[in-house]
């Protein structure tokens, strides 16, 4: 578990290293063709920083307010508040706000920046139709997202994905406009070779940043899925609990209606992709369903 724990969280870091390498040699890419130098790779970083702080400010907000989610109190639901208590003083955590979403899916997610702004919303379905094992399991999924700076890496991959897609849409369609004329300071001089294939280097790096991005954002969430499955068999002690609870999601037929596809990636299980157990695509914003079970039943 502990082998499992240190390898997701070193390829995490490798996988948001190759995130900003992309953001910055497109931002350079865009500063040579326009003759501003390394001017370019403070364009791409203010845009990073400026989307980053919108999201590490709001993105909860805006997130539990698109789940058409609403906060409850201990008097609201004992058991639950019971359940949450009982694992953050476990865990040494803050007591995050909990939301419930009015749907009869089972599933939930957690969002916020930090343990001390951090929330937790679950469905009414999740509540109904889990027994008091399968919450706990679920919940110390959820707070492990928390415990293990989930949410906070969710911020920053969503927002370096943001510029990265934000600042290749800018240079290629300055690109277009510019009809291929290049100011003159970057097309004269010895290094005009090396800027042509700087240039180009960043032009096919644009083009395909949108699919790069994705899919690099979708392989940490992956990463993350695993390390809060066995951060979460830690906590409980008891693996059953959460694999029991993913079966029991993963077989529900109700679906999902407040997901979408922008808020896919947050629930412990992928409301449109449930069905699909055994899927393992790159697309994917979940591992396996067969394989995190497995793993979890392998702990016991």
Do not use: C
Not at 18 to 38: N, S
Not at 67 to 89: C, G, M, W, Y
Not at 200 to 229: F, H, K, N, T
């Amino acid at each position: 578990m502990y082998d499992a724990i240190a390898a997701n969280r070193r390829n995490t870091f490798f996988l948001i290293a190759a995130m900003v390498a992309v953001l910055m040699l497109i931002g350079y890419a865009f500063g040579v063709y326009f003759g501003l130098g390394e001017g370019g790779l403070i364009i791409a970083a203010v845009v990073a920083v400026l989307w980053i702080g919108i999201s590490y400010f709001h993105g909860d907000s805006i997130l539990l307010a698109a789940s058409r989610a609403h906060e409850i109190q201990k008097a609201d639901h004992p058991q639950l508040f019971n359940v949450v208590e009982e694992l953050t003083i476990a865990a040494g955590l803050p007591m995050p706000k909990i939301y419930i979403i009015e749907d009869l899916a089972p599933n939930a997610f957690a969002t916020g920046r930090d343990p001390h702004n951090a929330s937790v919303a679950i469905t009414r379905g999740l509540l109904e139709k889990l027994n008091r094992e399968e919450l706990q399991g679920v919940m110390a999924h959820e707070l492990s997202h928390i415990q293990n700076q989930d949410i906070l890496y969710a911020t920053l991959i969503g927002a370096i994905a943001g510029a990265i897609i934000l600042i290749s849409d800018v240079f290629l369609r300055s690109l277009r406009f510019s009809a291929g004329k290049r100011s003159s300071r970057s097309s004269k001089g010895k290094g005009g070779g090396g800027v042509a294939l700087i240039v180009l280097v960043g032009m096919i790096l644009a083009m395909l940043a949108p699919v790069i991005a994705r899919l690099l954002q979708l392989a940490v969430s992956r990463q993350r899925e695993y390390l809060a499955d066995a951060s979460a068999a830690l906590m409980t002690r008891y693996p059953e609990g959460l694999a029991s609870a993913l079966e029991k999601i993963a077989r529900d037929p109700d679906p999902l209606e407040v997901a979408s596809r922008a808020t896919q990636h947050l629930y412990i299980v992928n409301p449109f992709e449930k069905d699909r157990w055994s899927l393992d695509s790159l697309w994917s914003t979940h591992p396996p369903l067969e394989e995190r079970i497995t793993r979890l039943r392998a702990m016991r």
